[in-house]
């Protein structure tokens, strides 16, 4: 999650999730595919599963099937039950981004360091707005959060360069982790980051990926040979070729996200996989989850009535729920009739 995006307008009301345009007619630069606008997905509905949030990211489910995420704002780690009810599960301070289960249960936490708040009023809505780097920055960290409330912190730095802003984690079967650092921007200037490799136990760390143009959602192919990274502005997922644990050996542009009218744009937050390979990727302002294929050919848009969707886990029998983060509007949202199965995590119950 980055806290610097344009303007934007809209005033859709939505309770049923349908695919809605794609884009304007046209081709995507990188990979030459058409899109139709009028491509829609359906008998897609979603119910909300809480509300209330202090801007949540980083959903994953934890063994009994309770979703843990994050609240940024609040600087927390909380437990959703499946009626809703909530419960901390542990205090971080800052801003908490991605997030996921590690082979020893504790939460591993990408930390961004904080970011300035604004609460405004959108279309009719009362929303809560990330800002740019705040007086409070606590700095980039990688945390460990256990089940019962510790937070420790594992790293915050690589071969001396501090970390700026964590986003988004995935394990591996080796029980290592990737990660992304989106870095912070301020008035006049950003960070410029990359993607790094560790441990969980806080004795390994490299960086494999440098640079990238913001760099956010993280994830991995079925078979554990591809790294899906997406780039917030300019809304590229990429594919990097893995020729073993934290090697990368090749890249390509999985695909463009397109945007649609009135602004023609879409920028990219968190993401994950589901079993047939498809990357679904939280979509910022043209607000929603997107779904693009192994092969980068198909791109379908599922909608949500919230300019910044960031991030998405599947879970429940079978993996068949999409969990999805409204966050502006401070929502949990879930999908119990997505079309395909989720993919599942090293380390999830």
């Known amino acids: 999650m980055d806290g610097r995006f344009p303007p934007f307008a809209t005033g859709r009301r939505l309770r049923r999730s349908r695919e809605g345009p794609l884009a304007a007619r046209g081709t995507s630069p990188e990979k030459g595919i058409k899109l139709n606008a009028r491509q829609r997905r359906a008998n897609v509905d979603y119910r909300i599963v809480t509300e209330g949030l202090e801007f949540p990211e980083g959903p994953l489910e934890l063994p009994g099937g309770d979703i843990a995420l994050v609240e940024i704002r609040a600087g927390r780690v909380t437990r959703v039950a499946a009626d809703g009810t909530k419960t901390v599960i542990g205090v971080t301070g800052g801003g908490p981004n991605g997030a996921a289960l590690g082979p020893d249960g504790a939460i591993y936490v990408c930390q961004n360091g904080g970011f300035q708040w604004h609460q405004m009023n959108f279309a ?22 256990t089940l019962d409330g510790k937070v420790t912190t594992l790293y915050d730095s690589c071969d001396g360069e501090r970390l700026k802003g964590p986003n988004d984690i995935v394990f591996d079967a080796e029980g290592n982790f990737y990660f992304t650092d989106l870095g912070k921007s301020r008035p006049r200037d950003r960070d410029r980051t990359g993607v790094f490799y560790a441990s969980p136990d806080g004795k390994m760390i490299k960086e494999i990926i440098f640079p990238l143009e913001s760099p956010n959602g993280i994830s991995l192919s079925p078979d554990g040979k591809t790294l899906y990274v997406a780039e917030t502005p300019t809304a590229r997922v990429w594919a990097f070729t ?41 979509t910022l302002v043209h607000g929603g989850v997107t779904s693009i294929s192994p092969d980068g050919k198909r791109i379908q848009h599922t909608p949500l009535p919230d300019v910044l969707v960031t991030n998405a886990c599947f879970g429940g029998p079978d993996l068949g729920t999409l969990y999805v983060t409204m966050s502006t509007t401070g929502k949990l949202v879930a999908f119990d009739n997505w079309p395909t199965k989720g993919l599942k995590l090293h380390f999830q119950a």
């Open 124 to 145: 009719g809505q009362d929303v809560l707005m990330p800002g740019e780097q705040p007086d409070n920055y606590i700095g980039g960290q990688i945390q460990r959060v």
């Open 242 to 282: 893995l020729g073993g644990p934290g090697e990368v050996v090749d890249r390509r542009v999985l695909a463009v996200v397109p945007g649609a009218p009135p602004m023609n744009l879409a920028m990219l937050d968190s993401m994950c996989v589901d079993s047939e390979g498809n990357v679904i990727v939280a």
